[in-house]
């Protein structure tokens, strides 16, 4: 398994942006496919976006597309989330994931992912 660390998380007025990292440590981060997921109170966890491990393909929530952009650097065994146009209904605690396979959708179930990171809060205020 990868060891995963999110970061970058923090509190924006809406229409602004934030960039979301997840480091990752241990196996062969190139050999994983990332995902990023979201929880709101009260709500399920959710699937954002996903990325192959070569970064070559990747895969959107209707609710973000347009707005966010995932990549990867597998030189710095980073997975980034930029996240601009920021609305309040993007509030949640943000995860990275990885899993053991090429590539990631949002039909991916969940029991794939090997990995997740603890979390990163974002908060957008109106």
């Known amino acids: 398994q990868v060891q995963l660390v999110e970061s970058g998380g923090g509190l924006v007025q809406a229409g602004g942006s934030l960039r979301l990292s997840c480091a990752a440590s241990g196996r062969t981060f190139s050999m994983y496919a990332m995902g990023w997921f979201r929880q709101a109170p009260g709500k399920e966890r959710e699937f954002v976006a996903g990325?192959?491990?070569?970064?070559?393909?990747?895969c959107y929530a209707d609710s973000v597309k347009g707005r966010f952009t995932i990549s990867r650097n597998n030189a710095k065994n980073t997975v980034y989330l930029q996240m601009n146009s920021l609305k309040p209904e993007d509030t949640a605690v943000y995860y990275c994931a990885a899993a053991y396979s090429g590539y990631v959708t949002d039909m991916t179930p969940v029991d794939e992912y090997d990995s997740w990171g603890q979390g990163t809060q974002v908060t957008v205020s109106s």
């Open positions: 990325i192959s491990r070569s970064g070559g393909r990747t």
